[in-house]
């Protein structure tokens, strides 16, 4: 009888550890990435810059989300294994040019509301936020932004000026942390082209 009752308890464990096995494994967590924020500087009293309002930036739907936007041959597009951009790329588009601007001290980028009245309007379109394999596949890609703006005085709604801001940037290898790290600093090439060109519109 003993016998019977340890054969019985050694299959029931059996079955117990086989159905164990065929558990799914836990599903290795996405890395998440952002975009490098500008160092703090002495800003001047906000009543000594110019206020902007930053529009929520258009782009097309493949650079909307958080994916890391890979290109094999600039026309198609696919998205980074197990990695992902921790706001959508227009919100970080956004956040890094007001971030850029207060870094400037010579304008103020603010988020529009329906309560403040601010003299200038931006406009952002996200052309492309991609890295490309333009090299083949098995080469480091080169990653590329590409922005326009309209800038527009808010009351009278008359077109100040456009500007299309664009750089690119060789990452050093073809891992996923060397693409984003040549794609953050083609973001800031950008955002400082961006800068500039409001500082020519806009200077007295």
């Given at each position: 009888m003993k016998y019977v009752n340890g054969v019985v308890m050694?299959?029931?464990?059996?079955?117990f550890s086989g159905c164990l096995s065929v558990l799914p494994e836990p599903k290795q967590a996405d890395t998440v990435y952002r975009l490098t924020i500008p160092a703090s500087a002495n800003l001047s009293p906000v009543g000594q810059t110019k206020a902007i309002n930053i529009e929520f930036p258009k782009a097309p739907k493949a650079l909307s989300g958080t994916d890391i936007v890979l290109s094999p041959d600039g026309r198609r597009l696919s998205a980074a294994a197990n990695a992902?951009?921790?706001?959508?790329?227009p919100e970080q588009v956004r956040n890094l040019l007001i971030d850029t601007l207060a870094q400037k001290?010579?304008?103020?980028?603010?988020?529009?509301?329906?309560?403040?009245?601010?003299?200038?309007?931006?406009?952002?379109?996200?052309?492309?936020?991609?890295?490309?394999?333009?090299?083949g596949e098995d080469a480091a890609p080169n990653a590329v932004a590409h922005i326009n703006v309209t800038l527009s005085d808010t009351k009278s709604r008359d077109l100040i000026g456009s500007f299309s801001a664009r750089s690119t940037v060789r990452a050093n290898a073809r891992s996923v942390?060397?693409?984003?790290?040549a794609q953050d600093e083609a973001a800031?090439?950008?955002?400082?082209?961006?800068?500039?060109?409001?500082?020519?519109?806009?200077?007295?």
């Amino acid at each position: 009888m003993k016998y019977v009752n340890g054969v019985v308890m050694l299959a029931a464990s059996l079955m117990f550890s086989g159905c164990l096995s065929v558990l799914p494994e836990p599903k290795q967590a996405d890395t998440v990435y952002r975009l490098t924020i500008p160092a703090s500087a002495n800003l001047s009293p906000v009543g000594q810059t110019k206020a902007i309002n930053i529009e929520f930036p258009k782009a097309p739907k493949a650079l909307s989300g958080t994916d890391i936007v890979l290109s094999p041959d600039g026309r198609r597009l696919s998205a980074a294994a197990n990695a992902h951009w921790s706001e959508t790329i227009p919100e970080q588009v956004r956040n890094l040019l007001i971030d850029t601007l207060a870094q400037k001290g010579q304008f103020t980028g603010i988020i529009p509301s329906g309560s403040t009245y601010v003299p200038y309007r931006l406009n952002l379109d996200i052309r492309r936020f991609e890295a490309v394999f333009d090299q083949g596949e098995d080469a480091a890609p080169n990653a590329v932004a590409h922005i326009n703006v309209t800038l527009s005085d808010t009351k009278s709604r008359d077109l100040i000026g456009s500007f299309s801001a664009r750089s690119t940037v060789r990452a050093n290898a073809r891992s996923v942390s060397a693409i984003v790290l040549a794609q953050d600093e083609a973001a800031q090439a950008v955002m400082g082209k961006i800068a500039n060109w409001l500082d020519s519109q806009l200077s007295e």
